[in-house]
């Protein structure tokens, strides 16, 4: 192959802290990336038209480029206590309270988006109303605002939502571990079949390589990491690594594998996607 990978990943700070080390050449052994930042929706619609080497993923988009891509065991966001959030102006009470209601979500094909899907379908007699979907930054804003009666949101929204005088309705990651003990799939890193099995690996270890150099020396990476952090408080910048980077980045293991096949198995069986062959997860 070209040694040189071509990848897309978003400039939140558990990517950049992830890639830091692979990024700037400190990996050995690894090929040079050409990185490419891109917010989670547009690297999923990537995905789908098979446009990069190697993609930071919504691991609700999986059943859709499986065929192409192969899911790497490492390098994504998988954890616990680090669910989207569903959030609304006033205190409206319990789930029940968005019977018929509008609510913001950042993307239909997220896994935050799944995973309100299935806690709707379990905790809201009737289901929601209008879902509308909005650039997950106009989501806390349009709430607010009284746009919208709640919005579903992700990263760094965990921490800043009462900066906005809003209040969390529901936590999706605590109503997902309380009803399967399983860690939340949140993003994944995939990289092209057409590879080859041999690069797969080589991609592989190069991912995992990078988380440990980044944990091995965290103040290595905070320039590349606060350069992309889109103005955010260097405080919460650390919450967030600290939230998403964990044990599952350096190996999914058997619990991440598990959580990943349930999500997208209940997902399935609610017919928000297609289902998965039996082998789909399969790594080389």
């Not at 936590?171 to 797969?200: N, Y």
Request: net charge negative; glycine share 10%; charged share 20%.
């Amino acid at each position: 192959m070209n040694d040189t990978v071509r990848i897309a990943y978003s400039p939140c700070p558990n990517d950049t802290f992830v890639f830091d080390a692979w990024a700037h050449g400190r990996v050995p052994g690894a090929p040079a990336l050409d990185v490419t930042f891109a917010d989670i929706d547009r690297t999923n619609g990537m995905a789908e038209r098979g446009e990069f080497d190697v993609l930071k993923v919504s691991y609700a988009v999986l059943p859709w480029v499986l065929d192409e891509y192969a899911l790497l065991p490492c390098g994504g966001a998988v954890g616990r206590g680090c669910g989207p959030l569903v959030l609304t102006r006033d205190a409206l009470g319990g789930p029940e309270a968005l019977s018929g209601r509008t609510v913001a979500v950042p993307s239909e094909r997220s896994t935050a988006y799944l995973l309100f899907r299935l806690w709707a379908a379990a905790e809201v007699p009737g289901g929601v109303g209008e879902v509308v979907v909005l650039p997950f930054h106009e989501i806390m804003p349009a709430v607010r605002d009284g746009k919208v009666d709640a919005g579903l949101v992700i990263h760094e929204a965990r921490f800043t939502y009462q900066e906005y005088g809003l209040t969390c309705l529901a936590d999706m990651g605590d109503h997902w571990e309380g009803t399967t003990g399983l860690p939340i799939p949140l993003g994944a890193i995939i990289a092209k079949r057409s590879l080859g099995a041999d690069t797969l690996r080589r991609l592989a270890d190069a991912a995992r390589a990078s988380v440990r150099m980044a944990w091995d020396d965290p103040e290595a990476s905070r320039p590349y990491v606060l350069e992309h952090a889109q103005e955010m408080d260097p405080a919460v910048t650390d919450q967030h690594i600290g939230l998403y980077v964990n044990e599952f980045t350096a190996d999914l293991g058997e619990d991440g594998y598990a959580a990943v096949r349930g999500l997208l198995t209940r997902a399935a069986a609610e017919g928000l996607v297609p289902p998965l062959g039996p082998d789909a997860l399969s790594f080389p």
